[in-house]
């Protein structure tokens, strides 16, 4: 439950009443994405009031009249679908900081330059994002920013999305150490043991994530790994 200091307030006015409830900012993201959440989870307070800051309850029953029930879940999904929701400044800054960085992650680890078959650095896209005026919604689902995002990028610099297939063979003493990292970064579409008792395996998975796979892989076999684009 989210400390009332860092909740925000998601207020509906109907029939001449207004109605608050107190809520953790990060319900916010879940809702707009589609995600189903217990809203019980999320609320500082479970309670709903005519004036939050005050401890205002609303009379029972014009919460009736409104809702047609008494029943705080179904009462604060209504207030945040039909009402508005208020955040502190500092609240929506990070909100907006946390979406960004979520925006240029997915793209640097997704997206190449397809005249160098090479991943964009983390910091390119974020300064051609600045320069194309890209303004990240809050409660927009992360693939329509990632969408607006790439819009805006395409003309400023070479960039698409892209998945590799590589060709890596790790010494058996080596798979146990390295299995959960790979399938962590993408898809083992065949492998097979050889004679001498190495590991073949061949993986599908996004083309900005190869080299961290390869940097990956060569540290934890102390660089016996062999990582090959297909």
């Not at 809520?23 to 995600?35: E, I, S, T, Y």
């Not at 892209?162 to 959960?180: H, N, P, T, W």
Request: proline fraction near 5%.
């Amino acid at each position: 439950m989210v400390d009332l200091n860092d909740a925000i307030i998601a207020r509906l006015e109907s029939h001449g009443e207004t109605f608050e409830i107190l809520l953790d900012p990060a319900v916010m993201n879940f809702l707009k994405q589609g995600k189903k959440v217990n809203i019980i989870d999320f609320l500082a307070v479970e309670d709903v009031f005519k004036n939050s800051s005050k401890g205002i309850r609303p009379a029972e029953e014009k919460i009736k009249e409104v809702f047609g029930t008494s029943d705080i879940s179904e009462i604060a999904k209504r207030i945040i679908e039909k009402g508005e929701v208020q955040m502190t400044a500092e609240q929506r800054k990070e909100m907006l900081e946390a979406k960004r960085h979520q925006v240029v992650s997915y793209i640097a680890a997704n997206a190449i330059n397809p005249q160098t078959k090479l991943p964009h650095p983390y910091v390119r896209i974020e300064l051609a994002l600045e320069e194309a005026k890209f303004h990240v919604d809050p409660f927009r689902p992360l693939e329509k920013e990632i969408d607006e995002a790439m819009k805006l990028l395409r003309p400023l610099i070479p960039i698409r999305f892209e998945k590799s297939k590589v060709a890596i063979k790790l010494k058996g003493d080596d798979y146990g150490r390295c299995f959960d990292e790979m399938v962590h970064y993408g898809i083992i579409e065949r492998e097979e043991w050889t004679a001498d008792g190495s590991w073949i395996g061949l993986m599908e998975l996004p083309a900005g994530l190869v080299p961290e796979l390869t940097e990956k892989l060569k540290n934890k076999t102390k660089g016996t790994a062999s990582v090959k684009m297909i």
